[in-house]
């Protein structure tokens, strides 16, 4: 069964920084894809960041673009999203998702519980 | 960037009636690459349709995705209880970026 496990939210302070990580089994990790998903409060699921399965390639929405880096480490099956500069907007639950190809597809056929980040002064 | 639209906001259906959600893109999803999810509050969301229109594993067979072009469909018939949620188109065939529908809230009458 997969599973993926998301650590590291909490309340930071706007311009700050955050360390987020998703713990993943029940697959070979490295052959996958992964992305990380975001929900504001009250509303629907933006697309923050993808990262192919080697590492070597990744994708970002234009607001993460030089803010946000996504990162994977294939000998401990976990994938990391290190925030900065973290502004009011960026106060969502973050959500980590797996591709459901081992070639990028671009949908996500599991998902975790998700972490919430909360940025305020 | 492809935009999606969903309709209505809301669906207060009662149990055993059909469900018909709706997607639309703002420009041709070549391939019909829309998938659909349902995420119900506090879990994982949950990936439900691929490719408009097959199942992904383990979903039930009540839930059937149709469309293409630009727009798309999610029927859920004979609505059960566990369907309260909320469910979300996705387009993946134009990116980055992936772009979700603000999606459809189903509540059970």
């Known amino acids: 069964e997969v599973q993926l496990v998301e650590s590291g939210g909490g309340l930071v302070r706007p311009g700050g920084s955050l360390s987020l990580s998703c713990v993943a089994s029940?697959?070979?990790?490295?052959?996958?894809?992964m992305g990380w998903v975001r929900q504001s409060s009250g509303k629907g699921l933006e697309w923050v960041s993808t990262?192919?399965?080697?590492?070597?390639?990744?994708f970002y929405t234009d607001s993460a673009k030089g803010r946000f880096t996504i990162s994977r480490d294939n000998s401990r099956n976990t994938l990391f999203l290190q925030m900065n500069s973290l502004r009011a907007e960026d106060t969502a639950t973050y959500f980590c998702?797996?591709?459901?190809?081992?070639?990028?597809?671009?949908?996500?056929?599991?998902w975790g519980k998700g972490t919430v980040v909360t940025v305020s002064s | 960037e492809i935009v999606m639209t969903q309709s209505p906001a809301t669906l207060s259906v009662s149990p055993g009636e059909r469900a018909t959600l709706f997607c639309r893109a703002s420009?041709?999803?070549?391939?019909?690459?829309v998938a659909w999810y349902q995420h119900r509050p506090g879990q994982a969301p949950r990936l439900l349709i691929y490719?408009?229109?097959t199942r992904a594993t383990g979903i039930p067979a009540r839930f059937t995705g149709g469309g293409s072009g630009a727009e798309f469909t999610l029927t859920i018939s004979s609505l059960q209880s566990e369907d309260s949620a909320v469910y979300y188109c996705?387009?993946?065939?134009?990116?980055?970026?992936?772009?979700f529908g603000g999606g459809t809230k189903v509540e059970i009458k």
């Open positions: 420009e041709t999803v070549h391939n019909n690459l």
């Open positions: 029940g697959f070979t990790f490295s052959n996958y894809p």
């Open positions: 490719a408009a229109s």
């Open positions: 990262i192919i399965g080697d590492g070597t390639a990744t």
């Open positions: 998702a797996k591709d459901e190809y081992h070639i990028l597809s671009g949908f996500f056929d599991s």
């Open positions: 996705q387009q993946y065939n134009k990116w980055p970026p992936l772009t």
